[in-house]
């Protein structure tokens, strides 16, 4: 399947140009589906150790907190300037951190004109692979597109409109100079803020091998390793959000991205089950109004 990136009116990149509508290549093939629910109470000491101490190694733990606490819900918002257009995407729903599974709602803005409606996109989110349903562009009604983020020049960090809630804590793995800014409230829970930078080639090494893979291919395709952080991390040392700035050069300006994750609802049944090959649609997309792509 060729896919072309999409472009907003004025010559601007925007996320959903990036390929919720964007650029991609995506194959055929799938894996299995996954379930779990949460004991968290059983998981809080193990999420807890390294709240407190040096702020680095706090937020490099994130990730494995995650992971032992299971499952979460999950609301994100990703914000695209470039060529003086800026758009947002918003996405909302659930993640497995254990299996690195996760289903969100993806709903793109409207078009810079304010005159087009977008129906929601379902994303289902797995190590290596990005699922996306209702994507528009020619793709039949029921089918999904398949994308193998270990070859997106960002690793699914800017493509999908939706940073991998796991990759977004992994990345976190690695951050340099990590200062602890202090303690404020979420949703009417205490989190103590850090702010720092991180390096997305000490990430990768660093980072699961589930995710490594993605993590690897974006330090190859941004302009620059350095990705800047606000993490919030709870008093069980849960990452409640972090929002990552990003520099992304695809075709055109360079586009200034700012993703953010917010994580609550922890230990919630997850259930994410990946489509069969014969529902992955491998055809030729339209390039919004312009048509088809040529091969």
């Given at each position: 399947m060729v896919v072309r990136q999409h472009r907003c009116k004025g010559g601007a990149l925007a996320v959903c140009a990036l390929a919720v509508v964007g650029v991609m290549v995506a194959g055929t093939g799938c894996s299995g589906g996954g379930e779990a629910g949460g004991d968290v109470a059983g998981q809080r000491a193990v999420a807890g150790k390294g709240v407190a101490g040096d702020p680095a190694a706090v937020v490099h733990r994130a990730a494995d907190a995650l992971a032992a606490a299971g499952t979460a819900e999950t609301r994100t918002s990703m914000e695209t300037a470039a060529g003086g257009t800026r758009v947002t995407v918003r996405g909302q729903g659930a993640y497995d951190f254990r299996r690195q599974l996760g289903r969100i709602k993806v709903v793109?803005?409207?078009d810079v004109a304010g005159a087009d409606e977008h129906r929601p996109i379902t994303e289902l989110l797995a190590p290596g692979a990005l699922y996306m349903k209702?994507?528009?562009?020619?793709?039949?009604?029921?089918?999904?597109?398949?994308?193998?983020?270990?070859?997106?020049?960002?690793?699914?960090?800017v493509t999908g409109g939706v940073t991998d809630p796991m990759a977004a804590a992994e990345l976190l793995r690695g951050a340099g100079k990590v200062v602890y800014v202090g303690r404020t409230e979420l949703a009417g829970v205490p989190v103590r803020h850090y702010r720092g930078t991180s390096d997305l080639g000490r990430a990768a090494l660093a980072a699961?091998?589930?995710?490594r893979g993605a993590l690897a291919a974006a330090a190859k395709g941004f302009s620059t390793d350095a990705v800047s952080f606000d993490a919030y991390l709870d008093d069980d040392g849960l990452l409640r959000k972090v929002r990552h700035r990003f520099s992304f050069a695809a075709e055109g300006p360079t586009a200034a991205v700012v993703s953010t994750m917010l994580l609550y609802g922890f230990g919630v049944p997850v259930t994410v089950e990946l489509p069969p090959g014969a529902d992955i649609y491998t055809g030729r997309i339209q390039q919004g109004r312009s048509g088809p792509e040529s091969p």
């Amino acid at each position: 399947m060729v896919v072309r990136q999409h472009r907003c009116k004025g010559g601007a990149l925007a996320v959903c140009a990036l390929a919720v509508v964007g650029v991609m290549v995506a194959g055929t093939g799938c894996s299995g589906g996954g379930e779990a629910g949460g004991d968290v109470a059983g998981q809080r000491a193990v999420a807890g150790k390294g709240v407190a101490g040096d702020p680095a190694a706090v937020v490099h733990r994130a990730a494995d907190a995650l992971a032992a606490a299971g499952t979460a819900e999950t609301r994100t918002s990703m914000e695209t300037a470039a060529g003086g257009t800026r758009v947002t995407v918003r996405g909302q729903g659930a993640y497995d951190f254990r299996r690195q599974l996760g289903r969100i709602k993806v709903v793109l803005p409207k078009d810079v004109a304010g005159a087009d409606e977008h129906r929601p996109i379902t994303e289902l989110l797995a190590p290596g692979a990005l699922y996306m349903k209702d994507r528009g562009a020619g793709v039949p009604d029921g089918k999904w597109v398949r994308i193998d983020t270990t070859t997106l020049a960002d690793g699914n960090l800017v493509t999908g409109g939706v940073t991998d809630p796991m990759a977004a804590a992994e990345l976190l793995r690695g951050a340099g100079k990590v200062v602890y800014v202090g303690r404020t409230e979420l949703a009417g829970v205490p989190v103590r803020h850090y702010r720092g930078t991180s390096d997305l080639g000490r990430a990768a090494l660093a980072a699961s091998p589930s995710s490594r893979g993605a993590l690897a291919a974006a330090a190859k395709g941004f302009s620059t390793d350095a990705v800047s952080f606000d993490a919030y991390l709870d008093d069980d040392g849960l990452l409640r959000k972090v929002r990552h700035r990003f520099s992304f050069a695809a075709e055109g300006p360079t586009a200034a991205v700012v993703s953010t994750m917010l994580l609550y609802g922890f230990g919630v049944p997850v259930t994410v089950e990946l489509p069969p090959g014969a529902d992955i649609y491998t055809g030729r997309i339209q390039q919004g109004r312009s048509g088809p792509e040529s091969p």
